[in-house]
């Protein structure tokens, strides 16, 4: 079992449309999560931080279950700008980052 | 957060040959790291870059392929050894401490003939 695993997508959506990633991880040591966003050729940059309690930036909402270890991304009203990869990227329980393989998002006009 | 550089930004390389990659931070970071990500992949730490000392390498990943340099605390080199096409990928550094995120270099995009 892969220690952070994601829906590959693409998902495809319109502009407007409200999209949800998912991902798992098997390490139940971890503490910290974090959604990067990584743009094709570009290097991964930093989204959102996740907190166990769920935080909001904006448009994007995360969501952390420790029980299921079980991370979510909500996107809504999609913007054709957030056509990018999202990785999902879990402490390993040491100074190490784990990255998922990452969910491709398209949205089309 | 700090401002990261890496040098070459690309390379197109002759297999057999090697190249360092640099990695600056405008500021002194604790820890610095050094990935791969290969074509359609994500991302595979190499090795965590010790000021100081040994860098500490991850399972599959050797010192004599990948020997890095940390000389102080803003600055770090990865050396890919002796090239062959299965090399070729983007090659990141990033910083970040203890369970905080990371923020990352903007990459070296090294493609091996």
């Known amino acids: 079992r892969k220690e952070v695993e994601q829906d590959p997508g693409p998902f495809n959506v319109p502009e407007g449309a409200t999209v949800a990633f998912n991902c798992t991880y098997s390490n139940s040591a971890s503490q910290s999560f974090f959604w990067y966003r990584q743009d094709c050729r570009k290097e991964p940059k930093l989204l959102m931080s996740v907190y166990s309690s769920g935080n909001e930036d904006g448009r994007f909402t995360a969501q952390l279950n420790r029980a299921s270890q079980y991370i979510s991304l909500l996107i809504r009203d999609s913007k054709l700008s957030d056509s990018a990869t999202y990785l999902c990227v879990v402490n390993s329980g040491t100074d190490k980052l784990i990255f998922g393989t990452g969910t491709r998002l398209q949205v089309f006009p | 957060s700090a401002v990261i550089s890496q040098k070459p930004s690309r390379d197109i390389c002759q297999r057999g040959t090697s190249l360092t990659i640099q990695c600056q931070v405008d500021s002194q970071v604790t820890m610095m790291f050094w990935y791969r990500q290969q074509p359609g992949q994500s991302l595979t730490l190499i090795a965590t870059a010790n000021q100081g000392s040994e860098a500490t390498y991850e399972s599959g990943f050797v010192i004599d392929k990948f020997p890095i340099s940390r000389p102080n605390l803003t600055f770090s080199t990865l050396t890919v050894s002796n090239m062959s096409p299965e090399d070729s990928s983007i090659y990141l550094c990033?910083?970040?401490?203890?369970?905080?995120?990371?923020?990352f270099g903007d990459g070296t995009r090294l493609s091996i003939l």
């Open positions: 990033s910083v970040g401490e203890s369970d905080q995120p990371q923020h």
